[in-house]
């Protein structure tokens, strides 16, 4: 039996992502220090739900903490190494910078030591389509430049592709990094947009819309999210002999790394997403409009040709049937009156 080392376990894709694996055979050893960033109740629940799986083995610790992250890569020998973990949220980031460069740079950085004194073959990672920034080419392409981001969150995301570069060019490390596009589904994040925008609309409360509800989103349902990392578990990057340091590509290299988009390929504006919503709950929302706020970008749109070529990716879940499966789980965990 493979075992595989799945950082934020307690989180959304975390979660799903050891549950797909326990499923399809491994042993997951899973991490999470089950921060209160968002209600740890469901962070709990989340993990009541692994535990109903013998190979599941749970430590609760900070990425960030060197030496209990050493004594985990001590105590096992890891086929695959899936790096979720990370303080999300642009927006959190404006008032508590310190927690991003802790999580996401410290952590991942103890992630990639782990990975570098296992030799583990395949370390995946978390990154974010947040890093394109102030970049107005869409669709966004893994091949463009992402150099000018618009908040903190992203700064440190792009500082882990470039951590990561630097560990597959020194010690020849496989890195796979993958840009997520607004994620959603069951057990989703309390405050993603379409969380809130659901639990508004039960209690009859005003939902904010920012920018007239104007702004698009290339929305990424989370099976097809997991689907596809799950596949590229064996799919462990080389270097690449066409790479041109004369004209560099960004998601390649003469190094074994590699990064890929992973979205929809289809933005939906928030407006229709709300209407979908409305229709589903059979309710209307009482919009509030709201202008712009900083760190949000206009529209997301993902190029994923590079994994289509990779792996054959093809999301398969519409708007209109996550959303769907998302309430019929929401009304099922919460119960709303």
């Known amino acids: 039996m493979r075992t595989i080392l799945i950082t934020g376990t307690a989180g959304f894709i975390g979660f799903h992502m ?7 055979g491994f042993r997951v050893v899973g991490i999470d220090n089950v921060n209160s960033y968002y209600d740890p109740a469901i962070k709990e629940d ?11 083995e749970f430590r609760r610790e900070s990425l960030e903490d060197r030496d209990a992250m050493a004594k985990i890569f001590k105590d096992h020998q890891f086929e695959r190494v899936v790096h979720l973990a990370a303080q999300a949220g642009v927006r959190y980031s404006l008032t508590n910078p310190f927690a991003y460069s802790q999580s996401n740079v410290e ?3 103890t992630i990639l030591e782990g990975c570098r004194a296992q030799r583990v073959p395949h370390l995946i990672y978390a990154s974010s389509s947040s890093v394109y920034g102030l970049n107005a080419q869409q669709p966004f392409r893994a091949s463009s430049p992402a150099d000018h981001p618009v908040s903190l969150y992203a700064a440190t995301k792009k500082a882990c592709e470039m951590m990561a570069h630097c560990y597959s060019h020194l010690y020849r490390l496989p890195t796979t990094g993958l840009r997520f596009f607004t994620v959603y589904g069951p057990w989703g994040r309390p405050d993603m947009a379409l969380f809130l925008f659901t639990k508004a609309i039960f209690a009859g409360e005003p939902l904010e819309v920012y920018n007239g509800g104007r702004m698009k989103r290339d929305f ?12 590229l578990l064996d799919r462990i990057p080389e270097p690449d002999p066409a790479w041109n340091p004369d004209q560099p590509d960004p998601s390649i290299s003469s190094a074994p790394y590699r990064l890929h988009n992973i ?33 949000d970008v206009l529209e997301t749109f993902a190029d994923v040709s590079s994994l289509q070529q990779e792996i054959g990716f093809a999301p ?12 019929a789980w929401y009304r099922d965990y919460y119960q709303p009156g």
């Open 263 to 295: 979205g929809n390929h289809r933005p939906t504006e928030l407006s229709h997403f709300i209407d979908v919503l409305e229709r589903e709950i059979g309710k209307p929302a009482i919009r509030k409009e709201m202008p712009m706020q900083p760190g």
């Open 107 to 109: 952590g991942t950085l």
């Open 46 to 56: 989340r993990l009541r739900l692994l535990h109903e799986w013998e190979d599941f």
């Open 316 to 327: 398969a879940t519409s708007i209109e049937e996550g959303i769907a499966r998302f309430v």
């Open 220 to 231: 990424t349902y989370v099976d097809d999210i997991v689907s596809a990392m799950v596949r």
């Open 18 to 24: 050891a549950r797909r694996c326990l499923e399809s």
